[in-house]
């Protein structure tokens, strides 16, 4: 029984999460005034021909005045070169540069990022991923945050875009977890690095800060090098802040189930600190948690428990802008994948045969 309690214990203090989540709700608002600070987008792009193209039409459409996009070809093997440098000729606020051979001490992602800031001339820094499109009003609202509390850094959870079955089996956890464990707004309000979440789907520096820092050279061999910042920004004593984005940025992360498998088995065991107790006792709780208890409890019990978890879907879905009778529908399913995914999450944590985008993730 004492498994049990903890259990429940475990089931309300997740459920008060979300609810003190929804209640608060941490998303991107719109600014009251316009702004027009000199922005640096930056974009690291490696094999990204079927996507790029959608961001950088999406960012020209943006009713800010002035700003600068740089895209970082990370040696891609298919057209986004072509199709980027196409592009930028049309645009002079646009432009292209080659990545530089990788060093065998960085990451590949980290280190675009940082050939990235070492060309740019923006007050503020923006780093968005390939695969993205944006909203109007992004910049100027990004900007308004960042100036109205003083940040250093600004991140945002995307609105993900599922398309087929299996993204939809694997996606949403991503939401599911963070906003079922972390009291999103305690990343602005304590100064603790313990509360630290962030994105590297978009990260938004103050540009003094950042080139004084090096933030991206300072987690250069981190696979979660977006959490690593923000606990990296926060421990110096800097503000932080990450919000949902609100639908002003838009990703679809993966086109299937394998790779959207392969994607979250690379991120799981990191986004656990790699701590590979914490993930299962983690997954204990929440998976066999309840099956202990319909197996155990009284039918009163287990309907309350039931009725947490239901709700605590419904709350994540509506904050994410997710299918709330979809992940409620697929919610076990979900679940299933997020076991096997920490299974290989482990495995290729201890064999060193984590690969990305054609190229090993040295740990």
Request: charged letters at 20%; one cysteine or more; glycine letters at 4%.
């Amino acid at each position: 029984m004492i498994l049990i309690y903890f259990i429940f214990l475990f089931l309300i203090l997740r459920f008060t999460v979300t609810l003190f989540n929804f209640i608060s709700n941490p998303k991107l608002t719109s600014s009251p005034r316009e702004y027009d600070d000199f922005v640096s987008v930056l974009i690291p792009a490696r094999d990204e021909e079927q996507n790029i193209l959608n961001l950088l039409q999406s960012i020209r459409e943006q009713d800010y005045p002035h700003y600068e996009v740089i895209v970082l070809d990370d040696h891609s093997s298919d057209r986004t070169l072509e199709i980027c440098e196409k592009f930028a000729a049309s645009d002079k606020r646009f432009r292209v540069v080659p990545g530089k051979e990788l060093p065998k001490d960085w990451l590949g992602k980290n280190y675009a990022c940082y050939q990235l800031a070492q060309e740019a001339r923006g007050k503020f820094l923006m780093f968005l991923d390939a695969d993205e499109t944006v909203a109007d009003g992004l910049l100027n609202n990004a900007v308004h945050r960042m100036k109205f509390y003083r940040l250093d850094l600004l991140s945002l959870f995307t609105n993900q875009v599922m398309v087929t079955l299996g993204e939809r089996m694997i996606v949403p956890l991503m939401h599911f977890i963070l906003l079922n464990l972390l009291p999103l707004r305690l990343v602005r309000l304590s100064k603790s690095p313990a509360f630290s979440a962030a994105s590297g789907q978009f990260m938004m520096f103050k540009a003094e800060n950042y080139k004084e820092y090096q933030w991206h050279e300072m987690v250069k061999k981190k696979v979660v090098e977006d959490i690593e910042i923000m606990r990296s920004v926060k421990g110096l004593g800097f503000r932080g802040e990450a919000l949902l984005a609100n639908g002003y940025v838009f990703c679809r992360m993966y086109r299937n189930f394998t790779d959207a498998f392969r994607g979250f088995s690379k991120n799981l065991l990191a986004g656990f600190n790699n701590n590979v107790i914490g993930l299962f006792l983690y997954l204990l709780l929440v998976i066999l948690g309840p099956l202990a208890m319909a197996y155990i409890l009284s039918a009163e019990l287990l309907f309350f428990a039931m009725a947490l978890i239901i709700l605590s879907r419904v709350m994540i879905s509506l904050m994410s802008g997710q299918n709330v009778w979809l992940n409620i529908i697929l919610h076990p399913v979900q679940l299933l994948s997020m076991l096997f995914i920490a299974v290989i999450s482990v495995k290729k944590y201890f064999t060193k045969t984590i690969v990305w985008k054609g190229r090993p993730i040295r740990i």
